[in-house]
Nanobody, 116 residues
Framework: QVQVLESGGGLVQAGGSLKLSCAAS????????MTWHRQAPGKQREWVAS??????TDYADFAKDRFTISRDRSNTVYLQLNSLKLEDAGVYYC???????????WGQGTQVTVSS
């Protein structure tokens, strides 16, 4: 079974930065995409950014020019958050998706709090 663990969240002032990490416990055969999502209190979970296994990235409009998704050679994906706004606060989750079966592996999330 693959375990997914996010880290890097915390309290930051508006305008500040954080770098979130998401590590899978082992390599995932058939991995096709890694995505970040977030959920603010009282709101539905929303998609933030994606990276396909070929390196192609995509961002939600609110994330463009402020957030950057990346990965390293291990089973870790990152999300750099810059110019944070109050409305960026929430729990950030990552997801690994397997092609074919469509199986998904989610982490438990990491809390991002933005203060004024």
């Amino acid at each position: 079974q693959v375990q997914v663990l996010e880290s890097g969240g915390g309290l930051v002032q508006a305008g500040g930065s954080l770098k979130l990490s998401c590590a899978a416990s082992r390599s995932i055969p058939g991995l096709v995409a890694m995505t970040w999502h977030r959920q603010a209190p009282g709101k539905q979970r929303e998609w933030v950014a994606s990276m396909r296994i070929n390196g192609l990235t995509d961002y939600a409009d609110f994330a463009k020019d402020r957030f950057t998704i990346s990965r390293d050679r291990s089973n870790t994906v990152y999300l750099q958050l810059n110019s944070l706004k109050l409305e960026d606060a929430g729990v950030y989750y990552c997801r690994f998706t397997v092609g074919g079966s469509g199986r998904e592996y989610w982490g438990q999330g990491t809390q991002v709090t933005v203060s004024s």
